[in-house]
């Protein structure tokens, strides 16, 4: 059984910065791509980066370009993104998810965390 738990969510000040990691249990962690996701209230969940299980790509929410980078580290079974320049409309519960079926389509088939909560105050 594949786990996936998230850390490092908090309250922070417009402006801060914040990283998230995700822990996955399992052997078979560096043959997934990774991704993060993030659900606002009253919002879809929405794509905010992935990476490739080689780590070679990796491809960005057009809002979040330029301020979030998601890498991986496969010995350590760890995905991680680095938010800078957070604003209040970072706020959401942030989930990272693995791909499963390699399929690419980050759905009930795939593994999920529980998700971390980001707050971003003005």
């Known amino acids: 059984q594949v786990q996936l738990v998230e850390s490092g969510g908090g309250l922070v000040q417009a402006g801060g910065s914040l990283r998230l990691s995700c822990v996955v249990s399992?052997?078979?962690?560096?043959?997934?791509?990774m991704g993060w996701f993030r659900q606002a209230p009253g919002k879809e969940r929405e794509f905010v980066a992935a990476?490739?299980?080689?780590?070679?790509?990796?491809v960005y929410a057009d809002s979040v370009k330029g301020r979030f980078t998601i890498s991986r580290d496969n010995a350590k079974n760890t995905v991680y993104l680095q938010m800078n320049r957070l604003t209040p409309e970072d706020t959401a519960v942030y989930y990272c998810?693995?791909?499963?079926?390699?399929?690419?389509?980050?759905?009930?088939?795939?593994?999920w965390g529980q998700g971390t909560q980001v707050t971003v105050s003005s």
């Open positions: 998810a693995a791909d499963r079926t390699g399929l690419g389509r980050w759905d009930q088939d795939d593994y």
């Open positions: 399992g052997r078979t962690f560096s043959s997934y791509d």
């Open positions: 990476i490739r299980w080689s780590a070679v790509t990796t």
